[in-house]
C-alpha cells in the first residue's frame, strides 16, 4: 500500500533547539495533516494544510504544504521536554477521506 | 464532550480465539475506520466506513471484519486471532468529504496481544 516517506526516523535533540521534520511522496496530495502521539494515547492532530504552498503555524510549530503538492515539512522552534513523542505526517487524495500515513519521526528532547 | 471511545484498552488473547474491538463516536461523524500501528510501520488502515450500512476495506484488511449498523459505533472482528495481529489498534472518526471538515479525531487506542 502506499506511505509517506518520512525523515528523519528519530531525532535526539537538547531542549532549545529547533527541529525539522518532512514528508514526500510521488504522489500528489489535496490535504497535508501533522499529528503527534504521546506516549500510550492515540495521533492528536497539529497543524492541518490545504493549499499548495500553504504556510500556517500553531504556536511554536510551523508546517508547509509544498508547491508540488508532493511533499510538506514540520518545523518546532525552541524545543521544551512536553515535545517528546512520534509526529506523523498524513495526506488525503483526491475526493477521499482516507488518509496515508507516513511511519513517523520519533522525538527525544534532552533537559 | 467524550469523542471516541475505544474498549477495551489493553487485551491478550489466545491463537484462534475471536473477540470485537469495540469503538463509539459522540460526535455525530458520517467516516469512521481502524488503523493498526506497528513498529515502524506508522498506522495502515484496516476498514472504514463512509456511513451506516456502508463499510469498505483498506490497506490491511485480512482477518478482521467490520460492520456498522448504527452512525455512532463501528465494532472491528477478529473471527480467530493469530499472532501477526498483535498490534495497537485505533479507531478515528471525521464528517465526511474533505477539506476544513474532514479532521480524524482517534480514539486513545486498544492494545492487543495474540500468543
Known amino acids: 500500500g502506499q506511505q509517506l516517506n518520512q525523515s528523519p526516523q528519530s531525532m535526539f535533540i537538547q531542549e532549545g533547539e529547533d527541529v525539522s521534520m518532512n514528508c514526500t511522496s510521488s504522489?500528489?496530495?489535496?490535504?497535508w495533516l501533522w499529528y503527534k502521539q504521546d506516549p500510550g494515547e492515540g495521533p492528536v492532530l497539529l497543524i492541518a494544510?490545504?493549499?499548495?504552498?500553504e504556510l500556517t503555524s500553531n504556536g511554536r510549530l510551523t508546517a508547509q504544504f509544498g508547491i508540488t503538492r508532493k511533499d510538506s515539512f514540520l518545523n518546532i522552534s525552541a524545543s521544551i521536554p512536553s515535545d517528546v513523542g512520534i509526529y506523523f505526517c498524513?495526506?488525503?487524495?483526491?475526493?477521499?477521506?482516507?488518509?496515508?500515513f507516513g511511519k513517523g519521526t520519533k522525538l527525544t528532547v534532552n533537559p | 464532550n467524550a469523542g471516541v471511545t475505544q474498549t477495551p484498552k489493553f487485551q491478550v488473547l489466545k491463537t484462534g480465539q475471536s473477540m470485537t474491538l469495540q469503538c463509539a463516536q459522540d460526535?455525530?461523524?458520517?467516516?469512521m475506520s481502524w488503523y493498526r500501528q506497528d513498529p515502524g510501520m506508522g498506522l495502515r488502515l484496516i476498514h472504514y466506513?463512509?456511513?451506516?450500512?456502508?463499510?469498505d476495506q483498506g490497506e490491511v484488511p485480512n482477518g478482521y471484519n467490520v460492520s456498522r449498523s448504527t452512525t455512532e459505533d463501528f465494532p472491528l472482528r477478529l473471527l480467530s486471532a493469530a499472532p501477526s495481529q498483535t498490534s495497537v489498534y485505533f479507531c478515528a472518526s471525521s464528517y465526511s468529504g474533505t477539506g476544513a471538515k474532514n479532521i480524524q479525531y482517534f480514539g486513545a487506542g486498544t492494545r492487543l496481544s495474540v500468543l
Open positions: 466506513s463512509v456511513g451506516a450500512g456502508i463499510t
Open positions: 460526535m455525530n461523524h458520517e467516516y
Open positions: 498524513a495526506g488525503q487524495q483526491g475526493g477521499s477521506e482516507k488518509l496515508v
Open positions: 494544510l490545504y493549499k499548495a504552498g
Open positions: 504522489s500528489i496530495f489535496n490535504t
